[in-house]
T-cell receptor, first 110, second 112 residues
Framework: AQRVTQPEKLLSVFKGAPVELKCNYS??????LFWYVQYSRQRLQLLLR??SRESIKGFTADLNKGETSFHLKKPFAQEEDSAMYYC????????????FGQGTILTVHP | DGGITQSPKYLFRKEGQNVTLSCEQN?????MYWYRQDPGQGLRLIYY???????QKGDIAEGYSVSREKKESFPLTVTSAQKNPTAFYLC???????????FGNGTRLTVT
């Protein structure tokens, strides 16, 4: 069975500090991993996907198959990064059939 | 902005009544999805449809039903058989089964 674990429900950092949001997954096939973000008063939206290997808003995430992890990182956090972040696992017949983690609320203090 | 619209934003029903949540998209997307969000549990897939007139059960389909008669519409009915219907419901669409999801703003359903 697919499973995504985000061990931190809440994460607080100060502006300019590095931030890492953890995500571990369990999947027997070839995983497709995503990070979705929900800013205050906005709808849930895609932040990045591992297959594209992009850096979005300074965030990066590397798929580590050995550790079954897909941690989201940013070297210098900004106040506007404060949001709810979801790690999601897709695969099989559709990237839309996602298994989501429980989410991490990131707060960046000034 | 346009894109994907869910209505209403808040919905209240008495226990034992069926209720239908609306989801409309003008993105010309083939695939549409319904997720349920409960506190501390992330999102769970209820139903999805990859093309008009076809849909499949997700992980928690019991007590729900859907239809996909038009490409732009994917209504979700929460039936009286759903044991814990009170939740936040999110609809999403994607260009195809392999494209990222676009989410609606959600409908918060309260059943008393």
């Amino acid at each position: 069975a697919q499973r995504v674990t985000q061990p931190e429900k809440l994460l607080s950092v100060f502006k300019g500090a590095p931030v890492e949001l953890k995500c571990n997954y369990s999947y027997s096939g070839s995983p497709e991993l995503f990070w979705y973000v929900q800013y205050s008063r906005q709808r849930l939206q895609l932040l990045l996907r591992h297959i594209s290997r992009e850096s979005i808003k300074g965030f990066t995430a590397d798929l580590n198959k050995g550790e079954t992890s897909f941690h989201l990182k940013k070297p210098f956090a900004q106040e506007e990064d404060s949001a709810m972040y979801y790690c999601a696992l897709g695969g099989g017949t559709s990237y839309g059939k996602l298994t989501f983690g429980q989410g991490t609320i990131l707060t960046v203090h000034p | 902005d346009g894109g994907i619209t869910q209505s209403p934003k808040y919905l209240f029903r008495k226990e034992g009544q069926n209720v239908t949540l609306s989801c409309e998209q003008n993105l010309n997307h083939d695939a549409m999805y319904w997720y349920r969000q409960d506190p501390g549990q992330g999102l769970r897939l209820i139903y999805y449809s990859q093309i008009v007139n076809d849909f499949q059960k997700g992980d928690i389909a019991e007590g729900y039903s859907v239809s996909r008669e038009k490409k732009e519409s994917f209504p979700l009915t929460v039936t009286s058989a759903q044991k814990n219907p009170t939740a936040f419901y999110l609809c999403a669409s994607s260009l195809d089964s392999w494209s990222p999801l676009h989410f609606g703003n959600g409908t918060r359903l309260t059943v008393t």
